[in-house]
């Protein structure tokens, strides 16, 4: 079974500085994999996905994340925090058209 | 284990007939989401509630409802049911509308 692990469970930046949020994965086979957002009182966002296409992927609000065969990492990165990006974010995997949730990393952005 | 439960695992049911899911949130959270899952459309959220109260709403379709009983467990019901909506079906819950979110394992609904 294809799992995810997200190595931080908050994160704190500051304004305008860059974020990192990192996410490990296990996989068997070449894995779909997709960042989530969740904004308080809304619904799951999708930021991106990665299916084995180009490994740097490039999502909305100005993320990207690199997939790292090597590493088995999906890391999400932006280069200059936002405070509207304060909010919960999850790394996931496609296993067998059913996903796998990481356990999720909180995002706070100090002024 | 997340602490959500939802039941049944798995559902198989005839188009034009009524389901209903269940949630069950982990001790002590008072938001209910409903997440729908398909093959096309990806990761859809449908509903949340805060403690009984409908808190925001996103794709759901008149077809479908829902509810958070007084011991904050809650129930999608879906009726008339089509082919299309052969789905997992997710439940999460949380403290309030902005803590740490936590997801149950899915209702795989199949509609034959």
């Known amino acids: 079974a294809q799992s995810v692990t997200q190595l931080d469970s908050h994160v704190s930046v500051s304004e305008g500085t860059p974020v990192l949020l990192r996410c490990n994965y296990s996989s068997s086979y070449s894995p779909s994999l997709f960042w989530y957002v969740q904004h308080p009182n809304k619904g799951l966002q999708l930021l991106l996905k990665?299916?084995?296409?180009?490994?740097l992927v490039k999502g909305i609000n100005g993320f990207e994340a690199e997939f790292k065969k090597s590493e088995t990492s999906f890391h999400l990165t932006k280069p200059s925090a936002h405070m509207s990006d304060a909010a919960e974010y999850f790394c996931?995997?496609?296993?067998?058209?059913?996903?796998?949730f990481g356990a999720g990393t909180i995002l706070r952005v100090k002024s | 284990d997340s602490g959500v439960t939802q039941t049944p695992k798995h559902l198989i049911t005839a188009t034009g007939q009524r389901v209903t899911l269940r949630c069950s949130p982990r001790s002590g959270d008072l938001s209910v989401y409903w997440y729908q899952q398909s093959l096309d459309q990806g990761l859809q959220f449908l509903i949340q509630y805060y403690n009984g109260e409908e808190r925001a709403k996103g794709n759901i379709l008149e077809r479908f409802s829902a509810q958070q009983f007084p011991d904050l467990h809650s129930e999608l019901n879906l009726s008339s049911l089509e082919l299309g909506d052969s789905a997992l079906y997710f439940c999460a819950s949380s403290v309030g509308g902005g803590e740490k979110l936590f997801f149950g394992s899915g209702t795989q609904l199949s509609v034959l």
């Open positions: 996931v995997v496609s296993d067998f058209n059913k996903l796998v």
């Open positions: 990665y299916t084995s296409a180009a490994t």
